[in-house]
T-cell receptor
Framework: GAVVSQHPSWVICKSGTSVKIECRSL??????MFWYRQFPKQSLMLMAT?????????EQGVEKDKFLINHASLTLSTLTVTSAHPEDSSFYIC?????????????????FGAGTRLSVL | EDQVTQSPEALRLQEGESSSLNCSYT??????LFWYRQDPGKGPEFLFT???AGEEKEKERLKATLTKKESFLHITAPKPEDSATYLC???????????????FGQGTILTVHP
């Protein structure tokens, strides 16, 4: 399967600082990437859809000024948590959508990164 | 209203004891159903995608099936290394604005004891 690299895997920062998380598709190009947040013992919650060369689309309730997303190339999307506070501590996961033609139909599969554990002190 | 529901929430099996996980969905215009495996502290790992009722996919001890209302993930003779959370997700036609977004179920935590 396709490989998605997410970095860093773990970050600790002080309250009020900003943290950047990178998501790279290593062996395919992804016009669309997604950013999720996962709380303990819960499923993934979609935060935003990142489209290469255009503004990200945020889900309802997600602050776009708090979570800045940049998708500058077909293989890289970044999530910046600005002025982080303890309540932003969570597990953040990215995915990249790989699209291919199969039997004349366009099929797409999301491949996920390994996640980033953010702890804000 | 839940669109994707997984059951059971947790499942404990003895090694070699076959069983099935269920994923029921209520969305219309299904464009794809996906199964992922997630280990603690890791991102989900893609297992299968199913697109139409009657479709089946297999990989080692796992077999996924799809009907018009639900999907099953069958685990044959599981091993302790199969212990993980199994996530089901759907992509559906949401009036042209789905953008291929995945809607996840809450997952089934599978524990296989030696």
């Amino acid at each position: 399967g396709a490989v998605v690299s997410q970095h860093p895997s773990w970050v600790i920062c002080k309250s009020g600082t900003s943290v950047k998380i990178e998501c790279r598709s290593l062996d395919f190009q992804a016009t669309t990437m997604f950013w999720y947040r996962q709380f303990p013992k819960q499923s993934l919650m979609l935060m935003a859809t990142s489209n290469e060369g255009s503004k990200a689309t945020y889900e309802q309730g997600v602050e776009k000024d708090k979570f800045l997303i940049n998708h500058a190339s077909l293989t890289l999307s970044t999530l910046t948590v600005t002025s982080a506070h303890p309540e932003d501590s969570s597990f953040y996961i990215c995915s990249a959508r790989d699209q291919a033609l199969a039997g004349g139909t366009r099929r797409s599969i999301q491949y996920f990164g390994a996640g980033t554990r953010l702890s804000v002190l | 209203e839940d669109q994707v529901t997984q059951s059971p929430e947790a499942l404990r099996l003895q090694e070699g004891e076959s069983s099935s996980l269920n994923c029921s969905y209520t969305v219309s215009g299904l464009r794809g159903l996906f199964w992922y495996r997630q280990d603690p502290g890791k991102g989900p790992e893609f297992l299968f995608t199913l697109y139409s009722a009657g479709e089946e996919k297999e990989k080692e001890r796992l077999k996924a099936t799809l009907t018009k209302k639900e999907s099953f993930l069958h685990i044959t003779a599981p091993k302790p290394e199969d212990s993980a959370t199994y996530l089901c997700a759907v992509v559906w036609w949401a009036g042209g604005t789905s953008y291929g977004k995945l809607t996840f179920g809450q997952g089934t935590i599978l524990t296989v004891h030696p």
